[in-house]
């Protein structure tokens, strides 16, 4: 399933699918990404990062791709299981200084068995 | 042991009344943070305090004071409480220079959630 996260839409996919969740930032300056899970009561955790000089980055079950000249960023998120269910985020900062995250609107994940 | 600690995960109180929201963190961070998360879950920073001293400012309205006794605290005062100002507002700190995302980078408490009433 994707996803275009701009007014905190929902995607829903079944347990062991891969979600794509999107992301459009807002500076062109940024230099800097990471991805956030917030699970129902808690704050942000970190997922993943890329860095402005990279288009690519994988994890665990995670990856990152990055396009500068659209200002996009896409979360991929492999064999999606009931515990990734929670609201994802993109936040963009410039590397330089004081970390002012800028968070985007987030996308909602429900993940069914 | 929680990395950075808010108090109280609760609030209720009545339009026009003051209250206080609380942080602190063990991460040997210098730099703390406020940010609100609105009822569409948009999150947006307030504030910003590195070794106490005020760096980032989001054109807050000035009931909202925040106070750093230390590097390891940043507490948020709100005068005059409005409707307007329920939300969840989250502390996080950070390392100046250390990437936000390197373990520990950047860490986000797990929320107030103040009720205007």
């Known amino acids: 399933g994707e996803s275009v996260g701009l007014h905190l839409p929902t995607l829903s996919v079944q347990e062991g699918d891969n979600s794509i969740i999107n992301c459009a930032y807002s500076?062109?300056?940024?230099?800097?990404f990471i991805w956030y899970k917030q699970e129902s009561g808690k704050g942000p955790q970190f997922i993943i990062d890329i860095r402005s000089n990279m288009d690519k980055r994988q994890g665990q079950r995670v990856t990152v791709l990055l396009n500068k000249t659209v200002k996009h960023l896409s979360l991929q998120i492999a064999a999606t299981q009931p515990g990734d269910s929670a609201v994802y985020f993109c936040?963009?900062?410039?590397?330089?200084?004081?970390?002012?995250?800028?968070f985007g609107t987030g996308t909602r994940l429900l993940v069914s068995p | 042991d929680t990395a950075v600690s808010q108090t109280p995960k609760y609030l209720v109180t009545q339009m026009g009344n003051d209250k206080s929201i609380k942080c602190e963190q063990n991460l040997g961070h210098d730099t703390m943070y406020w940010y609100k998360q609105d009822s569409k879950k948009f999150l947006k920073i307030m504030f910003s305090?590195?070794?106490?001293?005020?760096?980032i400012n989001e054109t807050v309205p000035n009931r909202f004071s925040p106070k750093s006794p230390d590097k390891a605290h940043l507490n948020l005062h709100i005068n005059s409480l409005e409707l307007g100002d329920s939300a969840v507002y989250f502390c996080?700190?950070?390392?100046?220079?250390?990437?936000?995302?390197?373990?520990?980078?950047?860490?986000f408490g797990s929320g107030t959630r103040l009720t205007v009433v």
């Open positions: 500076n062109s300056a940024s230099d800097y």
């Open positions: 996080a700190s950070s390392q100046e220079g250390q990437l936000a995302g390197s373990n520990y980078g950047y860490t």
């Open positions: 305090y590195n070794n106490k001293e005020l760096i």
């Open positions: 936040a963009e900062t410039l590397n330089t200084g004081f970390q002012k995250l800028v």
